[in-house]
Every structure is written in structure tokens, then in C-alpha cells.
């Protein structure tokens, strides 16, 4: 009991930050959530704040730094947040030129299904299921793929890989760069 609360609470002193390409919490499986407590109430609360910051439409528990299955979407007109999100049906294909918070200044034509059925559970652990289509069933694909770890540099063809190659070097450079600023800046204090 002492010892949840003690993880908890220092759970909670994280501050959430956007995770980029190359963070190997991005290719990771996120864990299901078998007890929801208001610590994920108050990530998923946090979740919606960095999507809307960073003009986003959806955001995954991993993007920031949670490895929860916990996922947020609003393509404008209603907020979802839910725990444990699965797709128990597929309809139709669509494909969408798509963006990522994690991967910025790329995009990569991704083919989902069109029209899919997602079962979840609310903050209060109530299942609940969404029928959605169109660019709202393509968000919720792209946010559950990122609870598998999965990305849309996945989805990119040989052309597109191409492309975006530097882009992905310099994010990943930029992520080692950081990484080593930050622990001269340890050793420096020691
Ligand atoms: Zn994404």
C-alpha cells in the first residue's frame, strides 16, 4: 500500500514532456491499465494539454513517456480519452497523408481502414464503445499504433523512406546531442 503511494507520487512529480523520434520509449509495447486510478485521469488530462499546445489531433501514452495504454484524440469537435483502446472492427481502406508529434517535418501516406469500431474504457472504467470513420477512425488507428510501438515511418515506401532519411538522422543526432549535454551537465555538478 506505502509502496504504490510512494510510486504514485513520484509519478506524479514528472512533468510530461513530448517524446521525439529515436526515444526508444516509442518502439516499446505500452502496458494495459488493469487499475485506473486519478493519476491517469490526471495524465490523460495532461495529454490533452500537450496535444492541443502542439496543435495535434491525437497523442499516446509513450509520446510521453508513459508506456500505458492511454490515448487522446479530438479532430475538433469532441475529446476522447481512453484507457486500454482496441479495434474490434475493421471497415474499408482510406489512405491519408499523415504527421506526427514525435516526428516532426514528416509525413507518410499510411493506409487504414476507412470506418472501424474501437472498445475502451473511460476515466471511471467504464467500457465504452466508438463507432468512427474518415480521418476520426484514422486518428484512433494511428494513436492505438503507438501503443504497439509502431510508427508511420513504418508505413513509408521506398521513395518516402528516402526522403525522410536525414530527417530521421537529425532527429535522432539531436536526441544524442541532448543526451550528452545532459549528463556533462552531471559531472559537472559532481
Ligand atoms: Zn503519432
Redesign the pocket.
Known amino acids: 500500500m506505502q509502496k504504490t503511494t510512494l510510486k504514485e507520487s513520484l509519478k506524479e512529480e514528472q512533468s510530461l514532456k513530448l517524446k521525439l523520434f529515436g526515444e526508444p520509449i516509442l518502439r516499446r509495447k505500452a502496458k494495459a491499465v488493469k487499475q485506473i486510478t486519478d493519476w491517469h485521469s490526471k495524465v490523460l488530462s495532461q495529454m490533452a494539454q500537450i496535444m492541443y499546445a502542439h496543435k495535434g489531433i491525437?497523442l499516446?501514452g509513450p509520446?510521453v513517456g508513459i508506456d500505458e495504454a492511454l490515448i487522446v484524440v479530438d479532430i475538433g469537435n469532441e475529446l476522447y480519452k481512453l484507457i486500454n483502446p482496441k479495434i474490434i472492427k475493421k471497415e474499408g481502406t482510406q489512405v491519408m497523408e499523415e504527421g506526427?508529434?514525435?516526428?516532426p517535418e514528416v509525413s507518410v501516406r499510411v493506409r487504414r481502414a476507412k470506418k472501424i469500431k474501437v472498445l475502451a474504457q473511460d476515466e471511471s472504467g467504464r467500457s465504452i464503445s466508438i463507432e468512427a470513420e474518415n480521418l476520426l477512425a484514422c486518428v484512433f488507428q494511428?494513436?492505438i499504433d503507438?501503443l504497439k510501438g509502431k510508427?508511420?515511418v513504418d508505413y513509408a515506401s521506398f521513395w518516402e523512406r528516402l526522403k525522410m532519411k536525414k530527417k530521421l538522422k537529425e532527429l535522432e543526432k539531436r536526441l544524442k546531442d541532448e543526451k550528452l549535454s545532459q549528463s556533462e551537465t552531471k559531472s559537472c555538478k559532481l
Open positions: 491525437g499516446a509520446q506526427c508529434l514525435s516526428i494511428h494513436e503507438h510508427l508511420i
